[in-house]
């Protein structure tokens, strides 16, 4: 249950991402490139994915508990600290330069292009060598 | 100025968000947690236990089969055009990874649930990536100009 609900949840993000046009790097560059070739089409991918979240969320978390686990598991950190700001200033940084997300670059090695391949390859090295740093972080603050 | 010009599609745009929606709600129903790309990547690649790789590894099976259903459906496949250079793409791919492990999320997991969720720390990041994306755009395309 656990993994047929995973592998719907992921083919329905998959075509949402795929018609949605967030798929195709050169129109997420597009929508950045405000003083250039924009393409507003991004604010309706947007707009439609918060407006069913939204909605979505207040009727699911009315349930006593999800399906397949005990009870909702949902992010209790509140701190805006440098950490947040300057990781997602990095983020920003990449996707500026790449034209790819991580939730749209997954979806788009359907597609079969090699370029898809080298980033998100490179994505996850990004993601481990992170982990890295953070873990010895971590171990340098319990020995401290 | 490398901007190609790209076909304006609210409709479309517009449905896709809804499923994008739909599949975060699903989440949320089933497992009780929020969707995030960067997430499911990275409990993927890191350690844990092994029945919770299974369904992370079924869902980015998921992830990649959606443009092939459309294929199957329209027979078409989603447009996929990447105006950058190899190297670009390496680089910014690793960038990415780097930040979104630091900055606890990325486009699905603060962009949409986070804000969902109307949630003060995930509204902070996506203002934060959104605008220093359109800088870097800007300062590639406009100041560089390649």
Known sequence: MRILSALLVGLVFGVGIAIS???NPAKVLNFFDIAGTWDPSLIFVMGGALLTTFIGYRLV???PGPIVEAEFKLPTNTVIDARLI????????????????????VPA???GRYEVLAFVAALLAGLWVAKMIQTKQADRRVTA | MTGVETEFTPLMSFAGGVLIGLSAVLLMFFQGRIMGA???LSGLITGGVPGDKSWRAAMVVGMIAGPLVVLALTGQMPEVEVPISLPMIVIGGFIVGIGVTFGSGCTSGHGVCGL???SPRSFVATLTFMVVAIFTVYVIRHVIGV
């Open chain 1, 21 to 23: 046009g967030m798929i």
């Open chain 2, 116 to 118: 969902a969720r109307l």
């Open chain 1, 109 to 111: 090695l359907g597609s």
């Open chain 1, 86 to 105: 300057g990781g997602s200033a990095v983020f920003g940084l990449g996707w500026g330069i790449a034209g790819f997300c991580p939730g749209a670059a």
């Open chain 2, 38 to 40: 960067t997430g499911i």
């Open chain 1, 61 to 63: 978390l009315k349930r």
